[in-house]
């Protein structure tokens, strides 16, 4: 063998080796759990996991906040029919503003080199590896399983169309730690597709109970038989 032919057996070698490497330093990283709401990103060798707990949306902002971002992030774009071109690349910037803020308040790691950072000078940002239409599809993703959650597989007998102006995301770590007996640190370790599977596992499917006004109805109707089978038993 000559010199050239064993550098490029040496190359050769390293090149399986690093490959063998990176295997084993794959199977060492817990993989996102897709099923509820964990996403992964990867910058090369580097892997970002995101999951939208109940902690992450809270720290969103305040109850009505919360709400209003997400409502931001699956808005339609906002068209000035004056200034059409500067109204959508408002609307544009304040989505993105808003993605990034998600995608943050997700990840533990330091998400800079994905997402990008502010620049050196007024104003300026320096893009990351990821591009801002992926951003807002990610944020809308986990925002979607951090607060709205998976969707029932039944449905409520009478269903009531109502706005939720808030999200009070220590409600649900109050009804997690007092129903299904998890640590407040769980809890808010949840996302909001996790506690409903979690509840709806332990309490049925929703078309299984009965609503409010039908477990009220059904309660007076027990009150007035039990009061009828008094008096016959008095008369």
């Known amino acids: ?17 690093l490959k063998w490497w990176k295997f084993l330093w ?28 109940l902690a992450a949306m809270d720290s969103l ?24 071109t500067s109204s959508y690349r408002a609307w544009e910037r304040e989505v993105m503003a808003t993605a990034y803020d998600v995608l943050m308040a997700c990840c533990n790691d330091d998400v800079t080199p994905l997402l990008g950072h502010m620049g050196s000078k007024w104003g300026s940002f320096v893009p990351g590896a990821m591009s801002g239409m992926d951003m807002i599809y990610l944020a809308r993703s986990l925002m979607h399983d951090g607060i709205v959650g998976l969707k029932p597989e039944g449905l409520l007998a009478k269903p009531k169309e109502e706005f939720t102006p808030k999200f009070q995301a220590r409600e649900f770590v109050a009804q997690a730690v007092a129903h299904l007996g998890m640590s407040s640190d769980d809890a808010w370790n949840l996302t909001m597709t996790e506690f409903a599977g979690a509840m709806q596992s332990k309490f049925g499917k929703p078309e299984t109970l009965p609503s409010l006004d039908e477990h009220d109805d059904a309660m007076a109707r027990l009150a007035e038989i039990n009061r009828l089978r008094q008096y016959q038993v008095n008369k």
Not at 62 to 80: D, G, H, R
């Open 1 to 17: 063998m000559g010199f050239a032919e064993y550098i490029h057996a040496q190359k050769d070698v390293k090149r399986k080796m």
């Open 26 to 53: 794959t199977l060492k990283m817990r993989k996102p759990i897709t099923s509820i709401g964990e996403i992964g990103a990867y910058v090369g060798d580097k892997e970002y996991l995101f999951r939208p707990s």
């Open 61 to 84: 902002g305040s109850p009505t906040e919360i709400v209003e971002k997400f409502a931001l992030l699956f808005s339609s774009p906002k068209i000035n029919p004056i200034w059409p």
